[in-house]
T-cell receptor, first 110, second 118 residues
Framework: KQEVTQIPAALSVPEGENLVLNCSFT??????LQWFRQDPGKGLTSLLL?????REQTSGRLNASLDKSSGRSTLYIAASQPGDSATYLCAVRKYNDMRFGAGTRLTVKP | DTGVSQNPRHKITKRGQNVTFRCDPISEHNRLYWYRQTLGQGPEFLTYFQNEAQLEKSRLLSDRFSAERPKGSFSTLEIQRTEQGDSAMYLC????????????????FGQGTRLTVV
């Protein structure tokens, strides 16, 4: 059974810092990995999708990498802003459903 | 707005009552997923449809739960005889499946329906 772990569970940083969120998964035979953002009480917003054949994807200040063989992905956020405060979730897809980690709750202090 | 739409956003119900939630996916998406999320946890897979066919159900989906997607467009999730343990956020997602051997496309989620059973 696929297990997805996100470390740390919570992170607080001052505005302007660069930061890295980690996601690890136990079964490396995945189709893709997707990073999401979730604001309190809201649904999930897709940030980046990395196919299993790719090593990284970039969107604005966000960069996600994938090392399938070691079962790891990282989400790098550059020059963090208070508006980045949210919970960040990674999800891995094998076959037809996505398995999620419990998320990293990020707080960016002004 | 052409994103995934879920209704209602919030539902409070008494234990033992039946509730039904609706999800309208992105119009060209042929796959539709239901997930459940409790506080502090990631979403857990419940079931998914490809067009109108329900192709997989999680063991989390007890006999009190039923989902339909009658015309391959919107979907409903019904919970019968609700229990306090059913209190959660119910999330719907959709994606476009292009066939076996092709890359899976991005999944998009709705805003969710928060269910509180009292």
């Amino acid at each position: 059974k696929q297990e997805v772990t996100q470390i740390p569970a919570a992170l607080s940083v001052p505005e302007g810092e660069n930061l890295v969120l980690n996601c690890s998964f136990t079964d490396s035979a995945i189709y893709n990995l997707q990073w999401f953002r979730q604001d309190p009480g809201k649904g999930l917003t897709s940030l980046l999708l990395i196919q299993s054949s790719q090593r990284e994807q970039t969107s604005g200040r966000l960069n996600a990498s994938l090392d399938k063989s070691s079962g790891r992905s990282t989400l790098y956020i550059a020059a963090s802003q208070p508006g980045d405060s949210a919970t960040y979730l990674c999800a891995v897809r094998k076959y037809n459903d996505m398995r999620f980690g419990a998320g990293t709750r990020l707080t960016v202090k002004p | 707005d052409t994103g995934v739409s879920q209704n209602p956003r919030h539902k409070i119900t008494k234990r033992g009552q039946n509730v039904t939630f609706r999800c309208d996916p992105i119009s060209e998406h042929n796959r539709l997923y239901w997930y459940r999320q409790t506080l502090g946890q990631g979403p857990e897979f419940l079931t998914y449809f490809q067009n109108e066919a329900q192709l997989e159900k999680s063991r989390l989906l007890s006999d009190r739960f039923s989902a339909e997607r009658p015309k391959g467009s919107f979907s409903t999730l019904e919970i019968q005889r609700t229990e306090q343990g059913d209190s959660a956020m119910y999330l719907c997602a959709s994606s476009l499946f292009l066939g076996t051997g092709t890359s899976n496309t991005e999944a998009f989620f709705g805003q969710g329906t928060r269910l509180t059973v009292v």
